[in-house]
C-alpha cells in the first residue's frame, strides 16, 4: 500500500514486521495487534480515516456510502480492509487492516511451550503425509499460517513435484512451493452480476489437474465439493474451517455439506465427511497472545454399523485440558 495514501499516524505501523492488525474505532481511536496482543497507539483527527479510505478504494472500484455502508477489499499488497461508516458503526466510522506479510513460520511457533517437541515432529509428520487434514479455530487464531507452514515445511523430503491449486476468498496464504496455481472468488458487482464463489473455482481446479487442494476457508456449500474430491482419490488437501474445537469442527462440517445437499440425511452427510478427513487440527489464540495447536486427533467412525458419529483419536490434546 502506498503510504501517502494514510494518515502519517498509521505509516510507522504498516511498516513494523510485528504488527498484524490496525484497528480504527470511533473514527478515531488507533488500536495495533502487535505480536499476538492488542494496545492502544494513537488518535486521529475526526474525518481523516474516512479520506485515506476513500482513496485507497477510488483505484478499486469500490464504494463506501450511505447506500454502501461496508465494504471488504483486498488492496494491491495484499492488505485486507473491512470498513463500516457511520450510522452503523453509531459512533463513527471504524476500519480493520489485516496486514499481508510475505512469510512463513517454522511449526515450532505453533507448539505448546511445555510439548514443543512432541507436537513438533507430529505436525512435521502430517506435513510429509498423505492425509487430509481439517485446521479449526476462531478468527486470529492462526488456521493460516498453519496452513502455510504445513505447505511449505522446511524439510528435505517435502515433495516439490506435486501441482498445489490454491482457493481463497482473498489471498492470504503465504506458499514457496514452486508449482501452485492460486484462484480467488469474486463478490457480485452493484448490478448483481459477475459472482465467482469458492464451489465455482473449486469445480474448476478439479478440471486443472491438481495433485493438492488447498481451500482458504470453507463456510457455504463448497463443503460439499470438497469432501466429494477427497473422497474420489484427492489426498494430501488442506482446508481451515471456524470452530470451537476440533469435533464442533466435524459437526460444523456436518451441517454445511447438508445444507448444499438438501436431500441428504444427517447420517449421509457423516458418513462422507468422515470418510473425507483424516485428521483435525485445532487452533487457538492465549491469553498472552501466543498462537499454538490444542488438539490434533485422527478421524475414526464409529464401529457401530449403522452409526456414523464420528470418534476423534486425540494424537495431541494440550496440557491444561
Same mark, same amino acid.
Given at each position: ?24 474505532n ?6 495495533? +495487534?502487535r ?5 492502544? #497507539? ?6 481523516q ?11 478499486l ?17 495484499g ?54 487434514? =481439517? ?19 522446511d524439510?528435505?523430503?517435502a515433495?516439490?513435484? +506435486?501441482?498445489?491449486?490454491?482457493? +481463497? ?14 484462484? +480467488?472468488?469474486?463478490?457480485?458487482t ?17 478440471? =486443472? ?30 482446508a ?18 447438508m ?33 499454538? #495447536?490444542?488438539?490434533?486427533a ?24
Amino acid at each position: 500500500m502506498k503510504l501517502q495514501l494514510l494518515p502519517p499516524q498509521l505509516n510507522e505501523y504498516f511498516s513494523d514486521p510485528t504488527v498484524t492488525d490496525i484497528l480504527i474505532n470511533n473514527a478515531t481511536e488507533v488500536w495495533v +495487534e502487535r505480536s499476538g496482543v492488542l494496545i492502544r #497507539v494513537d488518535d486521529l483527527q475526526p474525518g481523516q480515516i474516512d479520506i485515506a479510505v476513500e482513496r485507497i478504494l477510488t483505484p478499486l472500484g469500490r464504494r463506501l456510502d450511505r447506500l454502501s455502508p461496508i465494504v471488504d477489499a483486498r488492496l494491491p499488497d495484499g492488505t485486507r480492509l473491512c470498513a463500516v461508516i457511520h450510522p452503523i458503526a453509531v459512533h463513527g466510522t471504524t476500519a480493520a487492516f489485516r496486514l499481508f506479510r510475505q512469510q512463513t513460520f517454522p511449526l515450532t511457533d505453533f507448539c505448546d511451550d511445555f510439548h514443543t517437541y512432541e507436537i513438533h515432529e507430529l505436525l512435521r509428520e502430517l506435513a510429509l503425509s498423505e492425509h487430509n487434514i =481439517l485446521i479449526t479455530g476462531a478468527t486470529g487464531s492462526g488456521k493460516s499460517c498453519l496452513v502455510s507452514s504445513l505447505i511449505s515445511p522446511d524439510e528435505e523430503r517435502a515433495p516439490t513435484n +506435486e501441482r498445489i491449486i490454491v482457493i +481463497e476468498d482473498t489471498h492470504e496464504l503465504v506458499i514457496s512451493h514452486p508449482h501452485t496455481v492460486r484462484l +480467488e472468488s469474486r463478490t457480485a458487482t452493484a448490478e448483481g452480476r459477475g459472482q465467482v464463489s469458492l464451489d465455482d473455482l473449486l469445480r474448476s481446479a478439479l478440471r =486443472l489437474r491438481p495433485d493438492r487442494l488447498i481451500v482458504g476457508e470453507v463456510r457455504g456449500v463448497e463443503a460439499l465439493t470438497l469432501v466429494q474430491a477427497m473422497n474420489t482419490g484427492h489426498s494430501r488437501c488442506l482446508a481451515t474451517l471456524h470452530a470451537n474445537s476440533a469435533l464442533d469442527g466435524l459437526h460444523r462440517l456436518d451441517l454445511l455439506t447438508m445444507q448444499a445437499a438438501p436431500g441428504w440425511t444427517l447420517q449421509d452427510a457423516r458418513h462422507t465427511v468422515n470418510s473425507a478427513i483424516d485428521i483435525v487440527i485445532h487452533m487457538s489464540r492465549r491469553p498472552y497472545g501466543k498462537r499454538c #495447536v490444542t488438539h490434533i486427533a485422527k478421524v475414526e467412525p464409529d464401529s457401530n454399523e449403522g452409526s456414523h458419529h464420528p470418534r476423534l483419536d486425540y494424537l495431541y490434546r494440550t496440557h491444561d485440558e
